[in-house]
């Protein structure tokens, strides 16, 4: 595992996060390890994994409302979860209307959790099955 970067949680002093990634070529998720040293800390000593895209676009969803968006994944119970600490964010609803484009940050326990929560997302909002690409840059 590679350490990206280090930082320090705002208003917590004692909170240090760790991005991480996965010394895997087929690993698609990063790991955010986090250590606090107290449990009223932001993120109270627990790992996360994280898989991220601005680029999942289907030029069907240009038809999509930001609202109906939100709505799929929130009825398929994706949404982000402060209790637990996971779950999907989306970003980028405004470009919906352009081509068709969002993004989408899927937080998990472990690297395949987040990309579990990834493409449930994508299947969440793309149900009939049309392969939404995610194009690299």
Same mark, same amino acid.
């Given at each position: $595992?590679?350490?990206? !970067? ?6 917590? #002093?004692? *909170? ?7 010394? $895997?070529?087929? =690993? ?5 390890? &986090?250590? *606090? ?5 932001? *993120? ?5 994994? @994280?898989? /991220? /895209? ?10 999509? !409302?930001?609202? /109906? ?7 398929? +119970? ?8 996971? +779950?999907?964010?989306? %970003? $980028?609803?405004? *470009?919906? =209307? ?11 326990? &472990?690297?395949? %959790?987040?990309?579990?929560? @990834?493409?449930? &997302?994508?299947?969440?909002?793309? #149900?009939?099955?049309?392969? =939404? ?5």
């Amino acid at each position: $595992m590679q350490i990206v !970067s280090a930082s320090r949680c705002s208003g917590e #002093p004692s *909170c240090v996060v760790t991005r991480c990634r996965v010394a $895997m070529p087929t =690993a698609r998720a990063t790991t955010v390890a &986090t250590s *606090c040293r107290t449990a009223a800390g932001c *993120c109270r000593g627990s790992t996360r994994a @994280y898989r /991220s /895209s601005d680029n999942v676009i289907d030029p069907s969803l240009a038809e999509r !409302s930001p609202q /109906s968006v939100i709505d799929a994944v929130r009825d398929a +119970g994706l949404q982000f979860d402060s209790s637990t600490g996971t +779950g999907v964010v989306l %970003h $980028m609803l405004g *470009c919906l =209307a352009v081509d068709g484009r969002f993004g989408v940050t899927a937080i998990g326990r &472990t690297p395949d %959790h987040a990309d579990a929560l @990834y493409v449930a &997302t994508v299947a969440a909002v793309v #149900p009939r099955g049309v392969a =939404a690409v995610e194009l690299s840059r």
